[in-house]
């Protein structure tokens, strides 16, 4: 429907994935939003502990960095394999191991990080869900991040659109005006779910009478942004969409019965306080 070139009034800001090289040193943009977000969430997180009752000490944030890592990149790239290219790893096995070449879901990191801080607490006999509410504060960084890079790389793009914000990615085939939807994650599911659990975290006593919550608000709020944002993003080339509803839909809608269950349980932990 849309196929005129001029109907993109913004120019792409063609910037190269790469940061730096050198020799067989490569530093990419994508790796670089990893980084960013892992240390920004390790600084974070040590501010905190710093304030009477914390979660977790400054040595327990040193160690669950590691555990946080190997959550998100095994789980990372696994959920990407299983749920997005199974049938193409299937028959080359080998390249499930090329994080070079790309393909992270970020069902499979929330699930190799929910794992990670299910086990680090049992570890270390910390409160699970007050734990699981000081990672969640962070998190929308890491999805900023990420989204940002996406839309450096030219990747991930839009639906074809003819809204006066529309870009033309030069990895487009079709070459025509898309929604930058990148931006539009980056900004639902970074800035804005930021600030809502940063309002929360500080601003509220949720965070100290219903340990929990703040997980559920995150899993519940970046459910809700990703299923209406879809609408906006084309879908996977491979994969289409099943009845309208496209794979990144699919996998959000379990975050909502999770989220349910973290919101109800701390309701719970808030009244049999207030009974006690």
């Known amino acids: 429907m849309f196929n005129n ?11 190269d994935p790469v940061l730096f ?12 939003a990893y980084i960013a977000g892992i240390i920004f969430a390790w600084w974070y997180i040590r501010r905190l502990t710093k304030k009477p009752g ?14 946080a890592v190997f959550g998100v990149i ?50 270390h006999k910390l409160d699970l869900m007050r734990v699981a509410d000081t990672v969640a504060i962070v998190a929308p960084i890491g999805l900023l991040t990420g989204r940002l890079a996406n839309f450096i790389n030219g990747e991930l793009w839009g639906r074809p659109t003819d809204v006066q914000w529309a870009m033309i ?11 930058p939807s990148q931006l539009y994650e ?18 509220t006593r ?16 970046y459910g809700l942004v990703r299923i209406i944002i879809e609408n906006f993003r084309e879908p996977d080339a491979h994969l289409g969409l099943y009845e309208g509803i496209s794979r990144g839909q699919m996998l959000s809608v379990p975050m909502f019965l999770l989220a349910a269950w ?14 006690a």
């Open 74 to 123: 095994l789980g990372g790239r696994l959920g990407y394999v299983l749920f997005y290219n199974i049938g193409a790893y299937i028959k080359d096995p080998v390249s499930i191991v090329y994080l070079w070449d790309g393909g992270m879901s970020f069902h499979g990191g929330f699930a190799g990080v929910v794992l990670a801080v299910i086990f680090f607490a049992r570890k």
């Open 186 to 203: 980056a900004l639902g599911e970074g800035i804005l779910l930021f600030l809502l659990l940063q309002y929360l975290y500080h601003k």
């Open 262 to 275: 973290l919101i109800s349980k701390g309701w719970r932990h808030k009244t049999s306080q207030l009974s």
């Open 54 to 67: 914390a979660a977790m000490s400054a040595a327990h944030i040193d160690d669950f960095i590691t555990w």
């Open 5 to 15: 070139a001029a109907l993109a009034t913004i120019p792409f800001p063609n910037i």
């Open 206 to 221: 949720v965070a100290k009478d219903m340990p929990g919550v703040i997980a559920g608000m995150f899993m519940a709020g």
């Open 21 to 32: 090289e050198l020799g067989p040193i490569v530093i990419r943009w994508y790796s670089l």
């Open 169 to 179: 990615f030069p990895a487009d085939r079709l070459q025509v005006a898309r929604h």
